[in-house]
């Protein structure tokens, strides 16, 4: 049945339905026994087990390597219009409810994005050539905002490790440095001398090929508007939504440990690490619960944004208050 397909990780563009149908199958999910939820979500097979763990290509991961992992997120999905009007994106403005409006003209394509930095073969990706190389696979995953808002979005994309193997990162490779567009003219936000432009974002070179982390590339089926980070942005499920930076042009495998918009705006409250932790306060907020879009009741915010079982291992043994 359709249904059950749905779930696969590797479904083509054009087999993405809108809204009303995920609305539907939704539906369908809760109606469903614990049971029968399980063997959908193995019976993709092959997506889930084929791919080899990923963190070993640079010869530099210490931890052991679990199967990758995709579990979609047993929430309701947000809908289309609020995931497309409700946004941070500073490049174009601090409101909300405005970037979607002022985003519009960004010119999205041609887009390359420059691979680079300690890795054994560099290279300059268009966009479009990346959709063709690597199937884009619907990965439904929550996004929370350091803020306390939150989502449940139906992502397509790639994992990032896939074009971390083309490229080949060398054993000092530690951390992975992304960067915005630069371009006040496209992005007036970028005139404002509040931020250090352009955007900047980093991971730890095991958090960037772990098969959660992902390169959206569009939603709900469609091609990422401008306001969500066109045309490829990044998404860290596990992290607060400031780690999955917009509209990158630029990636670069690093040594040392990038220093991101965030940290350089207040080392105090934002730091590198950011996964979405309840009983780590922001020093202005409590970081306990959070607003659901298109919820009245707030609702518990979970550990690794409720991704712990797939990510834990990833800090074993750090101090996650110390690391925030
Ligand atoms: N370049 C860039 N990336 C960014 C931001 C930004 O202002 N500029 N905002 C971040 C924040 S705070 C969040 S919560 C998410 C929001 O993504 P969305 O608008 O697609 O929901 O994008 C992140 N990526
Ligand atoms: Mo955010």
Request: charged fraction near 20%; aromatic fraction near 12%; include cysteine.
């Amino acid at each position: 049945m359709s249904t059950q397909k749905r779930f696969c990780s590797n479904i083509p563009a054009a087999q993405i339905t809108p809204e009303a149908v995920y609305r539907s199958r939704r539906q369908f999910m809760q109606g469903a026994s614990a049971l029968a939820t399980a063997v959908l979500l193995t019976a993709c097979g092959a997506p889930q087990t084929s791919t080899p763990p990923p963190n070993d290509i640079s010869g530099t991961s210490q931890s052991p390597s679990p199967v990758p992992t995709f579990t979609p997120a047993p929430d309701d999905l947000t809908g289309e219009q609020e995931i497309l009007n409700y946004n941070n994106f500073f490049e174009f403005t601090v409101e909300k409810e405005g970037v979607a409006a002022k985003a519009q003209g960004l010119i999205a394509s041609p887009w390359e994005v420059a691979v680079g930095g300690l890795v054994r073969n560099p290279g300059a990706y268009d966009v479009d050539d990346l959709k063709r190389q690597f199937d884009q696979e619907e990965r439904v995953y929550r996004l929370r905002c350091v803020e306390t808002w939150s989502m449940v979005i139906p992502w397509l994309g790639f994992p990032l490790h896939k074009l971390l193997q083309l490229v080949e990162p060398l054993p000092e490779a530690q951390y992975v440095r992304f960067e915005t567009l630069y371009d006040p003219e496209q992005m007036p936000g970028q005139k404002s001398d509040w931020y250090e432009w352009p955007y900047v974002e980093g991971l730890r070179l095991d958090e960037a090929l772990h098969d959660l982390t992902l390169l959206a590339t569009g939603l709900y089926g469609k091609d990422l508007q401008p306001q969500n980070g066109a045309p490829i942005r990044l998404v860290v499920p596990w992290k607060y939504g400031f780690k999955s930076i917009k509209s990158i042009v630029k990636i670069d495998l690093v040594a040392e440990q990038p220093t991101s918009l965030w940290m350089k705006a207040s080392s105090r409250e934002y730091g590198f690490y950011a996964n979405v932790n309840p009983d780590a306060p922001h020093p202005r907020w409590s970081q306990a619960t959070e607003r659901r879009l298109g919820e009245a009741r707030r609702r518990k915010t979970l550990l690794f944004n409720g991704y712990e079982a797939e990510v834990a291992y990833l800090y074993a043994g750090m101090d996650l208050k110390q690391n925030f």
